[in-house]
């Protein structure tokens, strides 16, 4: 191998090497949830935002108006920001 292909290469893993290390700046983490046992504690915490139903085993949460709002022992009362910024999605089922 020549001297001169040994540098094309080294320039290219030192670059790769820079945009890894700039990409790692660049985290992405999750808003922290409060979780409420009664609907009008969380309202209380987020008075300008919609309280939802979070099931935490499937990953979802459930507007008011839902059937499964609610519904069930393992999900807790959050603010719809948080559920969102957690990476939480919106049900569909059982819309109305």
Same mark, same amino acid.
């Given at each position: ?25 660049? %985290? ?10 009664? %609907? ?41 920001? %948080? ?14």
């Amino acid at each position: 191998m020549s001297r001169s292909g040994f540098g094309k290469w080294s320039g290219a893993i030192a670059c790769a090497g820079a945009m890894l290390v700039g990409a790692g700046g660049a %985290e992405v983490s999750a808003t922290p949830l409060t979780p409420f046992r009664h %609907e009008a504690q969380a309202q209380r915490h987020c008075p300008r935002d919609k309280v939802v139903w979070l099931d935490f085993r499937k990953g979802v949460y459930y507007r008011k108006g839902q059937k499964r709002y609610g519904q069930g022992f393992d999900g807790s009362f959050v603010c719809q920001n %948080e559920a969102r910024g957690s990476f939480y999605r919106r049900s569909l089922l059982g819309l109305r």
